[in-house]
C-alpha cells in the first residue's frame, strides 16, 4: 500500500495555512491509498518551549478541533484514500508523566503517530536541535562539540524507544537522523554507528516501525533522508518495518520524493 505516514496541517505554528483538503487532494494525485496527518502533539504543559517564537507545537485547546477536522475529511474522501487520524509527539526527557497522562487522554482517539525527539537538554535547559543552523551552532557552544550533540541525541531517542508511556504511545519512530540536517556546515567526525544499531534493536524488540523521512533531501545542509540509507539498509537486514513519510508542512510537499526514494 502506498502510504506518506507523515504529514503536517493548517494546525502547525510554524507550517503553512494550507487546508486539510489540499493535502489530501496532493496525495490522491500521486496514487496514495493511505495517509497520515502527524501535526505536533501540544508539549507538556510545565514544559517552556525553547524556540524564539514559541512556535513548536499546536496547542491542547485545539486538539478537539484538530481530530475534529480530520475525522470530517477522513469521511469526505473514505472512497478516495484512508486517511488517519494522528500526531507526532514530543519525547522530552524529563517530562514522561505529563507525556503519557496527554496520550492517555487523547491516545483512544487516534489512528496512527510518531514519537520524535527535537529537543535537547544541558544544564537544566533545553535547545531545539532543528530550529535553524545558527541555533545548531548555539547548541554546539553549549554541549562543547559536535559529537557531544550527536551523542546527546542518540541517546534521547534511544531513551524515546525504550520509555513507557503507556499503551497509547506512538508505534513509530520519528527521524532517527534528524541530527544530520546541518551535517554539511556541521559536519562530525564520529560515526556513532554502535549508537544507532543499538536504537535499531530496541526499535526491533518492541516491535516498532520507523519514520522513513524524505524532508532531509530538501534541506540544502543534510541532503540525505532520515534515517541515511546505511541506516535505513541495517533497519532492512533486521526486518524493522519502514513508513515513507513526506514530513509535508504545506499540500506541494506532500510525496515529496517518494518515487526517486522507491527507484534507488
Known sequence: MKKDGHIHTPFCPHGSSDELRSYVYKAVAQGFE?????????????????TPLKDSAMKVSEMELYIEQIEKVKK????????????????????????????????????????????LNKEDSFYCLDYSAEEFEHIITKFGSVEEVYKAYFKAVASSVKADLGSYKPKRIGHITLVHKFQKKFPC????????????????????????????????LCQETYPSKEVVALAQQKNIPLVYGSDAHCAKDVGQSYTKLFER
Open 34 to 50: 493511505e495517509i497520515s496527518f502527524t501535526e505536533h502533539a501540544p508539549l507538556p504543559p510545565s514544559f517552556k518551549d525553547p
Open 76 to 119: 469526505e474522501f473514505q472512497k478516495e484514500v484512508k486517511i488517519n487520524v494522528g500526531l507526532e509527539v514530543d519525547y522530552i526527557n524529563e517530562y514522561e508523566e505529563e507525556t503519557r497522562h496527554f496520550l492517555n487522554t487523547y491516545g483512544p482517539y487516534l489512528d496512527d503517530s510518531l514519537l520524535s525527539v527535537h529537543f
Open 189 to 220: 567526525a564520529v560515526s556513532f554507528q554502535n549508537e544507532v544499531l543499538h536504537i535499531l534493536n530496541e526499535v526491533k524488540n518492541r516491535n516498532l516501525e520507523l519514520d522513513y523521512n524524505a524532508a532531509g533531501f530538501h534541506k540544502p
